[in-house]
């Protein structure tokens, strides 16, 4: 059964720091892997999906690497701002089925 | 944004009484999906439909049904509402191409209260 893990739960960084956030999953075989980002009360919002071909995605200052091997993937931020916080969730779909997986996710807070 | 509303957006409801949410879209996409999303556990999909009228469980399905009857709306039913079922539900959608998910996108939300 896939488990996607999101470690910390929680992350507090000063304005303008560069940070990564971390997903891993158990289950090598997937289809791809996407990066969500959610405000507070409000629905999701993806930010990068990266197929299972795939090393990288990057859509600007937001870069997202796939290791499958390893079962893990982080999310770059580069340059952090206050209007960065919210949290982050990542989410794969194994080979051989429709159903995404969802980590629980990184509430991120950026300190201005 | 994707073109995806759900409906009510908030509901209270008292234990043991059917409710029904509906999600619609405007995208013409083939799937469409039911999470809900609890502290500690993140979103955890109930029903998912890759087509009208064929549906399949998730991996919290107990407790709830789904009808697919048109292209755009996707209903998730709580037969008889428990106060376990309180809790964010959220519709999403998405298009697949060679058997790969494309992007899901994803409606509001729908705060629901059972007590």
């Known amino acids: 059964k896939q488990e996607v893990t999101q470690i910390p739960a929680a992350l507090s960084v000063p304005e303008g720091e560069n940070l990564v956030l971390n997903c891993s999953f158990t289950d090598s075989a997937i289809y791809n892997l996407q990066w969500f980002r959610q405000d507070p009360g409000k629905g999701l919002t993806s930010l990068l999906l990266?197929?299972?071909?795939?090393r990288e995605q990057t859509s600007g200052r937001l870069n997202a690497s796939l290791d499958k091997s390893s079962g893990r993937s982080t999310l770059y931020i580069a340059a952090s701002q206050p209007g960065d916080s919210a949290t982050y969730l990542c989410a794969v779909i194994t080979s051989g089925t429709y159903k995404y997986i969802f980590g629980t996710g990184t509430r991120l807070k950026v300190l201005a | 944004d994707a073109g995806i509303t759900q409906s009510p957006r908030h509901k209270v409801t008292e234990t043991g009484t059917p409710v029904t949410l509906r999600c619609h879209q405007t995208e013409n996409h083939r799937y469409m999906y039911w999470y809900r999303q609890d502290p500690g556990h993140g979103l955890r999909l109930i029903h998912y439909?890759?087509?009208?009228?064929?549906?399949d469980k998730g991996e919290v399905s107990d407790g709830y049904s789904v009808s697919r009857s048109k292209t755009e709306d996707f209903l998730l039913t709580l037969e008889s509402a428990t106060s376990s079922q309180t809790s964010v539900y959220f519709c999403?959608?998405?298009?697949?191409?060679?058997?790969?998910?494309?992007?899901?996108?994803f409606g509001p939300g729908t705060r629901l209260l059972v007590l």
């Open positions: 439909s890759y087509g009208v009228k064929d549906t």
């Open positions: 999403a959608i998405s298009e697949s191409q060679r058997e790969v998910q494309e992007t899901q996108y």
């Open positions: 990266i197929q299972s071909s795939q």
